[in-house]
């Protein structure tokens, strides 16, 4: 009788697996990649530069939407991901670069360098940060500027997660202005609706926001001067002009074209009109004879800005669908591969079980996008391969805490009687453990199943795609239908596949 194989083998292969993924090339092809943020000028502006591009490429270029920080986003440019995205001077020198706002393009370029990364032409605007709050309160109060604010400590402020940890955030600008008040980390969609609905009184804001206008907000003057300047520009990987030089030229035509006035425009008819960022960075590059883009009506643009039927079943529904069955099926099945055989070779091994088992339960205490951040880092990569190994790592758990249970559960005579009978240990357990296991095996699959339908939509924060993309950038640019119309996906999507599983264990029962 051979051995069963131990746990530290099937550890091994699921490194082994994971080596797979990350070994795989970061581009196989030279198409151009575009990156951006998540908020809406970013999702703007990626669209320009790969509409700007495309004519002069001989494959449509790749937008890669919504990646998250500034921290994902670099290292999508850096390993290879993307090849561009549009950045911040002031973010450059502060952040990325650990500089002093002071740094000149010429000093940002002969640093960036050694990191395999280049300064770009700048677009033409300024986007830098600020505090705003609601007109009528700061008229009330006699606030102005940010020196106004610390005379004020009951006032609450909703910040933005990266700005509270930003070099040039909360901390700093705390400390040159005295301000006493703790802040609550939001989300930068949502702060505009809590600041709305009088849940906050301060929030950071981008100067090019249209929401500034549009729910009357005055911005606090900057009076000690502690942001700097926050220009335009293109960050790139070095290998860009040579692997794509009429691309890269292309982009560079870009330069001084776009104005703040036309930023804000652009940034109105996203999260105001609820236009399309595809079809308004097509307006901007090919305006309409006559028409100015700030002008264009929403109507005439936006597949966004029909009802809620017409988000539910827009023209991404299918590929949305297939990339979520993609985040859902490779998880639940490479991790029923690592975790049955686990659950059946430590079931009667108590110190073995208890290890594997709190190892799996540990896994599930790490919080989604930490452990996407770490597998960004460890694999040098972002989109489909660290979401896809994520998952797997969530969906051990019950599927190996119910193999366990399964097989424990079933009375010790049983085994008895089949060694009686002459069948040996492997052929008791084939033929009358695990039949008598099953249901309780495939309850933990199907809770696995469930688990990673829902947990999926975080794949959209790296660039995985799947319903989580529409959560994400209903939350960038203030719709909630496009959120709402992703969550409901992917609920209808958990509601089928536990109508499946239904149906197995109907089968099963009816076999006896």
Known sequence: MRKALTPGFWLLALVWIVAGWAAAPAHADEALRVGSK???????????????????????????????????????????AIDVYVEYT??????????????????????????????????????GYALAM????????????????????????????????????????????????????????????????????????Y????????????????????????????????????????AWAALQALQGRIDEA?????????????????????????????????ALPAAAAAPHAAGFWAKLVGTDLLRLTLQHLLLVLVPVGVACAVALPLGVAVYRRHRWR????????????VPSLALLAILIWLMGRIGTAPALVALTLYALLPIVQNTVAGLAAVPGGLGLAATALGMTERQALRLVLLPLALPTVVAGVRTAT????????????????????????????????????GALLAAGMALLSEACFELLQWALRRRG
């Open 38 to 80: 998540r908020f809406t000028e970013s999702y703007i502006l990626a669209e320009i530069l790969a509409q700007q591009a495309a004519p002069v490429l001989e494959q449509p270029p790749q937008v890669r939407q919504g990646l998250g920080n500034t921290a994902i986003v670099l290292e999508a440019l850096r390993s290879g």
């Open 354 to 365: 208890a290890l594997v088992l709190g190892a799996c339960s540990l896994l599930q205490t």
């Open 134 to 205: 609601r007109a009528g309160q700061a008229r009330q109060l006699g606030v102005r500027s940010l020196s106004d604010l610390a005379h004020h400590p009951e006032l609450r402020l909703g910040l933005s997660n990266e700005f509270l940890g930003r070099a040039d955030g909360w901390a700093p600008l705390a400390r040159r202005y005295g301000l006493a008040q703790q802040p609550t980390g939001l989300d930068h969609g949502i702060a505009y609706q809590a600041l709305q609905s009088g849940q906050i009184d301060v929030m950071d804001i």
């Open 207 to 246: 100067t090019t926001d249209a929401q500034i206008r549009a729910l009357d907000l005055t911005v606090l003057d900057d009076d000690l001067r502690h942001f700097p300047r926050y220009d335009a520009v293109l960050l790139y990987r070095l290998d860009l002009p040579r692997r794509l030089p009429r």
């Open 90 to 127: 002031g973010t450059i020198a502060l952040e990325i670069l650990k500089g002093s706002a002071a740094m000149s393009r010429a000093q940002m370029r002969e640093a960036l360098a050694p990191l395999g990364l280049g300064l770009g032409p700048a677009l033409g605007f300024n986007d």
């Open 450 to 485: 469930t688990i990673t339908i829902g947990t999926a939509t975080i794949a959209a924060f790296v660039g995985a795609g799947g319903y989580g993309e529409r959560i994400v950038t209903g939350l960038a640019i203030n719709d909630g239908l496009l959120l709402l119309s």
């Open 262 to 294: 036309a930023m804000v425009a652009m940034n109105a008819r996203a999260e105001i009109d609820q236009a399309g960022f595809a079809r308004i960075a097509r307006d901007f590059l090919h305006p309409p004879a006559g028409a100015a883009p700030a």
